[in-house]
């Protein structure tokens, strides 16, 4: 099987291209050839580009990976996006792979294409560390979404109860990144919303840490943890300021193995074993 993929520079996408020719797809980016099977939008970024190779080989399927919708986003205007362009594109589109349900869940509002949907999770980036601690503080994973409706709530609720703060937002270096998870009591993501809830609380999750998250319907990460969360009624800031609290002084003690088991299915190797079995399947159907 041949494919393009257009993508942005992102460490979320890049290490596809290898995996895909690990798993016997030969691959070009960021152009289209006569003979691909398929053309993989990777980001909505890309529009431009994935319309404009297209446009050379209309009759190649396209396949989108729609990372993220979210309700504060106003897709009747730009916004910084062509949205209503991005919609056009993953109508004409043979399949759209999603990385969570919240996130299907948002394609069938805006655009009603949930059922062109398949859920593909995708991958975390674990390390390794050596030194596991705890150190008494609560980590907050998520950039700053200040449109969120929870947005604020796990540091306002530290400062009320006098609990050891932090978030990075995006800040850090690779090596201090990975010390401030290492070294956290537990994480939280307080928001209503997140296409995965944030990769790191996988990433520190199998380092052993606490996961606190959201139950909203548009919480991703309920699709990554099911049951291993803690969850906090999404609606409710004293319920969330008294599960914190709950679980800062009671915080569970997690087996590390069994925390790597569980999160090796969200291997790289994982994911695109899954994007090349969907893609056969749309070839044995186009054929």
Not at 54 to 83: Q, T
Not at 114 to 119: A, E, F, Q
Not at 138 to 152: L, S
């Amino acid at each position: 099987m041949k494919i393009s993929i257009i993508k942005p520079v992102s460490v979320n996408v890049d290490p596809w291209i290898d995996e895909f020719r690990n798993q016997d797809c030969q691959v070009v980016v960021n152009n289209l050839e006569a003979d691909c099977d398929f053309l993989i939008g990777a980001s909505h970024s890309q529009l431009n580009n994935i319309n404009a190779q297209s446009a050379k080989f209309p009759k190649i399927p396209i396949v989108n990976y729609n990372w993220d919708l979210y309700g504060w986003v106003d897709v009747s205007s730009h916004a910084g996006y062509n949205w209503k362009g991005y919609g056009d594109l993953l109508a004409r589109s043979a399949e759209i792979w999603c990385p969570s349900e919240e996130v299907i869940l948002r394609t069938e509002e805006f655009f009603g294409l949930g059922k062109k949907c398949h859920v593909i999770k995708t991958f975390a980036r674990f390390f390794e560390y050596k030194e596991i601690k705890d150190l008494g503080y609560v980590y907050q994973t998520m950039r700053h979404y200040t449109k969120d409706k929870n947005f604020g709530w796990t540091k306002k609720a530290c400062r009320e109860l006098s609990i050891p703060f932090y978030e990075s937002n995006h800040s850090l270096s690779e090596a201090a990144f990975q010390k401030v998870v290492a070294s956290c009591r537990l994480m939280c993501n307080e928001y209503y919303e997140a296409s995965t809830g944030g990769l790191t609380l996988l990433e520190g999750y199998r380092l052993g840490k606490p996961v606190i998250i959201s139950n909203s319907p548009y919480m991703g990460a309920k699709d990554y943890f099911g049951d291993r969360a803690i969850y906090f009624d999404h609606n409710d800031y004293e319920n969330f300021k008294k599960i914190l609290k709950h679980t800062w002084e009671n915080a569970p003690k997690l087996n590390v193995d069994e925390c790597r088991a569980f999160t090796d299915q969200y291997s790289l190797r994982e994911m695109v074993s899954q994007m090349v079995g969907r893609l056969k399947i749309l070839k044995e159907e186009n054929d």
